[in-house]
């Protein structure tokens, strides 16, 4: 996937794009993220219709303790599901999102999983809707399902996406600021009203802050944050004496990446940068999709529907509580 194609710049473009991930993603993705009956993104049920006994896998929230305490076997209640959903794409659009070390950047990666969910979502009924952060949250997008909804995200993701590199948009006005994705999250903490599917696609480079109001944002709604990064971040090449730039601030720098110090000493750097962002967004409560640039768009969603399915048993085995779940054990052994 090319950036031209994954980031459309005209309504001509983005309907070409769009209709290519139609043919060769969505198809493929449309039963497992949305499927008619069993769905890793689901809206939320209220009406109850039956009760029946607890099996393993089951969400021990839907316990009913009071028939349990009474008939000494756990009970879940049964809910009329509600499969209205909307999702919400939180999305930083400032000026390091616009980095690729090969004709791939992030932002186009960003944008192709944007165009690729949103699509998913949308082509069931339910909503989509965004909220754009450049220097600022610059815009806001209210919830829609169509797919000309889905083309209108796309050509604003192109218009702040260029509107950052130029820095028009982004964070380069001014010498020394950086992103403030805390921003971003603490805005859409007040536009989205009832609880959604919010996914948070940056690659959380930004001032200290965001974890505390990504975890605010995670016990009201489902989370996840896309974390978007390309490998030349993680280790420098050789490449001699070279002047590099802060995409976010605009200030430059003469590096010797020749000297294997430097590129040990930022080799260095970058584990702990890693080590300290990949805590940061576990304590959230948020799940997290990682793409990098040279992934592949189409493995990377359905390892992370597999991992989001896998999870949910696990969460669910763990949050039983230990004297029912060894009474249940005993009955089925028996």
Do not use: C
Request: net charge negative.
């Amino acid at each position: 996937m090319t950036p031209d194609t994954a980031v459309p710049g005209s309504a001509g473009s983005a309907d070409a794009a769009l209709r290519r991930l139609e043919w060769t993603v969505i198809r493929r993705l449309d039963g497992l993220l949305q499927g008619d009956y069993r769905t890793v993104l689901r809206g939320s049920g209220v009406d109850l219709a039956d009760l029946r006994e607890y099996q393993m896998h089951d969400d021990v929230r839907h316990i009913d303790w009071n028939v349990t305490a009474r008939l000494q076997q756990p009970y879940v209640r049964q809910f009329i599901e509600d499969r209205d959903l909307t999702a919400w794409f939180l999305l930083d659009l400032s000026g390091s999102i616009d980095f690729g070390s090969t004709d791939t950047t992030k932002l186009a990666v960003s944008a192709g999983f944007v165009a690729t969910l949103a699509r998913v979502i949308t082509r069931h009924g339910n909503r989509v809707g965004a909220v754009f952060y450049g220097r600022r949250v610059d815009a806001v997008l209210p919830p829609r399902a169509s797919r000309l909804h889905v083309l209108e995200l796309l050509q604003r993701m192109r218009a702040h996406g260029r509107g950052a590199a130029s820095g028009h948009t982004g964070n380069a006005g001014s010498a020394g600021e950086g992103t403030r994705l805390a921003e971003l999250l603490a805005a859409a903490d007040g536009v989205i009203k009832r609880r959604s599917m919010v996914f948070v696609v940056s690659d959380f480079i930004s001032a200290p802050g965001w974890d505390d109001a990504l975890a605010r944002l995670a016990r009201r709604h489902e989370v996840v944050a896309v974390r978007l990064f390309d490998p030349l971040e993680m280790a420098l090449p050789d490449v001699g004496l070279v002047t590099v730039e802060d995409a976010e601030t605009g200030e430059q720098l003469l590096i010797d990446a020749a000297d294997p110090d430097f590129r040990e000493r930022y080799a260095a750097i970058a584990e702990q940068h890693e080590a300290a962002l990949r805590d940061a967004l576990a304590r959230s409560g948020a799940d997290t999709l990682e793409l990098a640039t040279d992934d592949d768009l189409l493995d990377a969603l359905l390892r992370y529907s597999d991992l989001r399915r896998r999870r949910s048993r696990v969460a669910a085995g763990r949050r039983f509580p230990a004297h029912l779940r060894q009474h249940l054990q005993e009955g089925q052994a028996a």
